[in-house]
């Protein structure tokens, strides 16, 4: 017959983490159960499919001592311990003094389903918050056949720090050892840790062996720090810091810096134009400022200051094939955003690298933005909307421009025959003005323009439903004409034609005609677009020759079919009866394979620029659920040059992943006597991660 006993005592759980003793349940209530339990001189003994419960652990032995007066466990035989679905033991014996915080277990295996490791050791001996470990072996592969694992002949690990030292130990890759080192150490806690990250190690012929490896110190919860040494023994060295704070649940604030030194050899070899690159940047966010209930608002600050491109082509794992835009933008913006107004104060700030200052760049010092969302006046189909944008544009050298823009848009929208005629009334005003300063040789006079455009557009949407599919139609007309009310001052291209007026265009409206047609096709059980397709065309009054001239005609397509789309956008030029601009994009995905291809194509007939086409393209194959192989390219057409070859093999598996990467391409860098040349590099790079243990990050530069 199975009887029932409660005890009290302290039991702890062994963690990998390796857990720790809960040093405070003497109150926790334990029930046994087992086939035969008996008291003999404060000895509780229970045989026969021993099974206790506690709110926190299931256990089950063949055998339970417990001494009342000398406080100690014993479970013997296929003893199996369970905390929470999270963690699980198993062993032979286990024994714990719960007056001193002892422990012994022998030999004892652990899976962590929390960690995703499991642990083994011939031997496992507690004193207060340390273990002492013999003969162990870990992993987070399968126990089985792991594809890796660590075995050590000897560790120690604090459950309060949480960090495992192991000796004598050597890396397996199934059976086979392949790396030996007498000490290693690392944290079995994945929560945000002060300590060091993973290096990143590297070789390339020019800049010969690379070493950076981070060091993070988090001593709060809201905010860290990050020092990151680098090292390459032909090129020179550099040193970087992040800080990185969280003032309330709404904002973060990163700020960076760093510096590196180029050897002279080195400097004088590549030709560049300095010795040192250094840098700072500091980004800030913060929304919920002032705001409240339904409104919202937001800051964003932004400052970058750099001295050359090189600064940013030695950043720690920077991934010197992205382009570099030769423009560094600084910002300071705040909105505040209701149902009915937003506003916006802006202020940019661009540094030019390609020139050796800033004095002829213009900044936006700032720009105020109002804009009032639509709603109805008079009555309900009676709509309007306004938008106010004031702004500074300024420089050292060069003409300069404070400028005022207002746009007032009302419209009125009806429907005739049924809602079968869609017809919509639009008057728009706008009205700029510009005052001109700091000029060089010429004086122009600040300029005010104002125009008003009346607007009219007829449309019908038809619908028509078949066995299969459903197919959609929207037939739309519309014609504009403009009228200017205000032409005072210098106006480029309506009143002067100089280019030093140029960056202080202001495009008028031009009475104009339009007329298109969208459709698509739909399939009729799952509603998903098959067929997506607009042409359109307009037409611009010259008032020179009292005629129409077509504008670029617009074809625009979209095809979905089962794994991929196929979709172009084409503009053709009607003067020079040949394509302005074409962009076309496929992505197919069939089994194993898939395919994704970008081919774009541009020609300036105005400027009598040189075509720009460039081919893009990517294909990948799944070798298996596991590794994946592709190959990507980015092709100048016009100039038969690759610009970047990207091969890359990944493997995913359960307990760890790994990815080489070959990049040939162009990267941009600060040489004497050109200040943005392009220079090809070819690169391997090697990532490696033995998941929940160790991430390692390999470069090496080939040429």
């Not at 009205?431 to 004086?443: K, P």
């Amino acid at each position: 017959m199975n009887k029932y006993f409660f005890i009290f005592f302290i039991f702890g759980s062994f963690q990998l983490s390796l857990g720790e003793i809960n040093e405070n349940t003497d109150n926790e209530h334990l029930q046994i159960l087992a086939q035969s339990i008996t008291l003999e001189d404060n000895v509780t003994k229970a045989q026969g499919n021993v099974v206790v419960y506690s709110p926190e652990y299931y256990m089950t032995a063949d055998k339970l001592n417990y001494n009342e007066t000398l406080s100690t466990v014993e479970l013997f035989g296929d003893v199996n311990i369970a905390k929470k679905s999270e963690l699980f033991t198993y062993s032979d014996y286990t024994y714990l003094n719960l007056k001193n915080n002892s422990t012994i277990i022998e030999p004892l295996v652990i899976i962590d389903n929390k960690n995703k490791l499991w642990f083994n050791a011939q031997t496992a001996k507690k004193q207060n918050v340390s273990y002492e470990l013999d003969d162990a072996t870990l992993s987070s592969c399968d126990c089985n056949d792991p594809d890796w694992s660590i075995g050590f002949s000897q560790g120690d690990y604090n459950t309060t720090s949480q960090w495992l030292n192991t000796y004598d130990t050597t890396l397996y890759i199934k059976s086979i050892p392949v790396l030996y080192t007498p000490y290693f150490g690392f944290s079995t806690n994945r929560t945000r840790k002060s300590g060091l990250l993973k290096p990143t190690l590297g070789y390339s012929k020019k800049e010969g062996l690379l070493y950076a490896q981070p060091f993070y110190y988090a001593p709060e919860d809201n905010y860290d720090l990050e020092y990151i040494p680098q090292f390459r023994s032909k090129r020179g060295s550099g040193h970087a810091l992040k800080y990185r704070h969280i003032d309330s649940i709404y904002s973060e604030l990163e700020i960076q810096a760093g510096i590196f030194n180029e050897k002279t050899d080195y400097k004088e070899e590549a030709f560049l134009e300095n010795k040192k690159h250094y840098g700072f940047n500091i980004d800030y966010e913060r929304d919920k400022l002032f705001s409240h209930k339904s409104d919202s608002d937001g800051l964003l600050i932004s400052y970058e200051n750099i001295n050359d491109i090189d600064y940013i082509n030695t950043k720690y794992n920077y991934d010197s094939f992205l382009s570099t835009d030769k423009f560094l933008e600084s910002q300071l913006k705040y909105f505040y955003n209701t149902n009915n107004l937003y506003s916006e104060f802006n202020m940019k700030y661009y540094d030019d690298l390609s020139m050796d200052n800033n004095d002829q760049t213009l900044q936006q010092l700032p720009l105020i933005n109002l804009y009032k969302y639509s709603s109805s006046f008079l009555f309900k189909k009676l709509i309007y909307s306004a938008n106010v944008n004031l702004y500074n544009q300024l420089r050292n050298v060069g003409i300069e421009g404070k400028i005022i823009s207002i746009d007032l848009p009302i419209s009125y929208s009806a429907s005739l025959f049924d809602d079968f005629i869609h017809l919509k009334f639009k008057e728009y005003f706008k009205y700029s003005a510009i005052n001109y300063d700091n000029f060089d040789n010429m004086v122009f006079n600040n300029a005010r323009y104002g125009e008003h455009t009346h607007y009219l557009s007829v449309d019908t949407d038809l619908i028509k439903s078949y066995n299969n599919y459903i197919h959609t139609l929207k037939i739309y007309n519309s014609y504009a004409k403009t009228d200017s009310f205000k032409e005072d001052g210098d106006i480029y291209g309506i009143t002067n034609e100089s280019e030093q007026l140029k960056l202080f265009e202001i495009l008028k409206a031009e009475k104009s005609i339009t007329i298109g047609v969208k459709q698509s096709i739909f399939d009729k059980n799952s509603l998903k677009e098959i067929v997506k397709h607009k042409i359109e065309q307009s037409y611009i009054y010259d008032d020179m020759n009292n005629s129409y001239i077509s504008e670029d005609l617009l074809n625009d397509f979209l095809f979905t079919f089962d794994g991929g789309k196929l979709s172009n956008r084409i503009l053709y030029n009607h003067t020079y009866n040949k394509l302005a601009s074409s962009s076309t994009q496929l992505t197919f995905n069939y089994d194993k394979l898939s395919f994704d291809m970008y081919h774009i194509f541009e020609e300036d007939f105005e400027n009598r620029i040189e075509n720009k086409e460039t081919l893009v393209y990517k294909l990948a194959l799944n070798l298996s659920k596991r590794y994946v192989a592709s190959y990507k390219e980015e092709y100048n057409i016009n100039t038969n040059e690759s610009l970047k070859k990207e091969f890359s093999i990944n493997t995913f598996k359960k307990c760890w992943d790994m990815s080489i990467k070959l990049i040939d391409g162009l990267v941009a860098t600060n040489t004497s006597g050109s200040s943005n040349l392009a220079l090809r590099q070819k690169k391997l790079y090697l990532q490696f991660d033995l998941k929940r243990l160790f991430e390692m990050d390999q470069i090496f530069e080939l040429n």
